[in-house]
C-alpha cells in the first residue's frame, strides 16, 4: 500500500510538473552538476546543459502501447526537455542512441556504456529444478507484454518440438501482460512456467538448456541474452533491435510478430548438433571488461565541456 501511494504521489508529481503549472512550482537545482538515474526525474529539476541523463531505453516513445497513456506523456515531455536543453545523455546501448538520434533532432554529447554482466552467475553452484525436465529451450526476463513471450509459446506450440522430446522453459518475475502468458503456458503442452528463480537455479538452467530464446518487443540491452551467450548458449532474439547488436553474428533471429518465422527459427535452434556449437563465449556487446564504453553515433555532435 505504501509503495503503490508513493507510485501515485509521484505520477500526480511529474503531471504537475509536465503541465502549465509547472511554473508555479519552484524546480529543484543544487550547485553542482545533475545525474539524472531515470529521464522522468528531469522534469523534478531546472535542467541545465551541464547536467546528464541515464537512458535505457525510448520505450514511452517508440513504444507507446507497452506503456500507459499518462506515462508515455510524461517521459515524451522529459525527453523533449533534455533535446531541448542538449545535456550529456548516457545511453545502454547504440540502439538506445540511435533511437534518440531518430526522434529528436538535437544535437547530444553522449557515450554508449553498455551494463556489466553479473560475475557471481560463474561462482554459482548450479541447483537443479525439479519442475525442469530435459531437454529443453529456455527464456529469462520478466513475463508479461514486453518480453512477447504468449507469441514465443504459440511458436513453440506450433514447431512440435513437444512431441520430439523438447520441452520449453520460461522464467522472471511478472509485469503487466503476465495472465496472457500464465494462460498460454497451462494451455500448451511441454511449457514449463516458472516464476523468479534463484542463482543457482538460473545457473543450472543456463548451463541445462540447448539453446536460448528471446523474442522482446522491447529491450534497452537484453542481460538475459549476454548471460546466456557468456554461458555457452546459442540464442534466438528478434531481428531489427538491440538483442541482435547484444548476440552479434552468431544468433539465430526472428521477427518477434511472426509467429511461423519464430517457430521454424525455435526448430532450427533446437536442431543444432551438439545443442552448444561453443563453450563459454562474449556476447557482442561485451568486447572488453566490465565497462566498455564507446562513442554514440557520428551524427550526434558533441559539445566542448
Not at 81 to 105: E, K, L, P, Q, W
Not at 112 to 133: A, F, K
Amino acid at each position: 500500500m505504501m509503495a503503490r501511494c508513493l507510485g501515485r504521489a509521484i505520477t500526480v508529481d511529474q503531471a504537475l510538473q509536465a503541465s502549465p503549472l509547472s511554473t508555479l512550482i519552484p524546480a529543484f537545482r543544487p550547485s553542482e552538476r545533475m545525474l539524472h538515474l531515470d529521464p522522468f526525474t528531469v522534469l523534478h529539476a531546472r535542467l541545465e546543459r551541464r547536467d546528464a541523463v541515464l537512458c535505457h531505453d525510448l520505450g514511452p516513445i517508440t513504444h507507446p502501447d507497452l506503456f500507459g497513456g499518462e506515462v508515455a506523456a510524461l517521459y515524451a515531455h522529459a525527453y523533449a526537455r533534455i533535446a531541448a536543453r542538449g545535456c550529456r545523455m548516457v545511453f545502454v546501448s547504440n540502439a538506445s542512441a540511435d533511437a534518440f538520434a531518430r526522434h529528436y533532432d538535437a544535437p547530444a554529447d553522449g557515450r554508449v556504456i553498455y551494463p556489466p554482466l553479473r560475475r557471481d552467475l560463474d561462482t554459482v553452484q548450479g541447483s537443479p529444478v525439479r519442475e525442469v525436465d530435459t531437454p529443453f529451450l529456455l527464456t529469462v526476463g520478466s513475463i508479461g507484454r514486453r518480453k512477447n513471450q504468449a507469441s514465443s509459446i504459440a511458436a513453440y506450440a506450433k514447431s512440435g518440438l513437444w512431441a520430439q522430446g523438447i520441452g520449453y522453459v520460461l522464467c522472471g518475475a511478472r509485469e503487466p501482460g503476465s495472465d496472457a502468458v500464465d494462460d498460454a503456458a497451462r494451455a500448451t503442452p511441454g511449457v514449463t512456467l516458472l516464476p523468479y528463480v534463484t542463482d543457482a537455479q538460473l545457473a543450472w538452467l543456463y548451463d541445462t538448456a540447448s539453446g536460448f530464446v528471446l523474442m522482446s518487443l522491447l529491450e534497452g540491452f537484453g542481460v538475459p541474452v549476454a548471460e546466456a551467450i557468456a554461458r555457452g548458449l546459442v540464442p534466438l532474439v528478434s531481428a531489427g533491435g538491440v538483442l541482435c547488436e547484444v548476440a552479434g553474428d552468431g544468433a539465430l533471429v526472428a521477427d518477434p510478430h511472426d509467429i511461423e518465422q519464430i517457430a521454424a527459427q525455435m526448430i532450427a535452434l533446437a536442431s543444432l548438433t551438439p545443442p552448444r556449437t561453443r563453450g563459454p563465449a562474449k556476447p557482442a556487446a561485451r568486447i572488453a571488461g566490465p565497462v566498455h564504453p564507446r562513442k554514440i553515433p557520428q551524427r550526434l555532435a558533441n559539445h566542448d565541456e
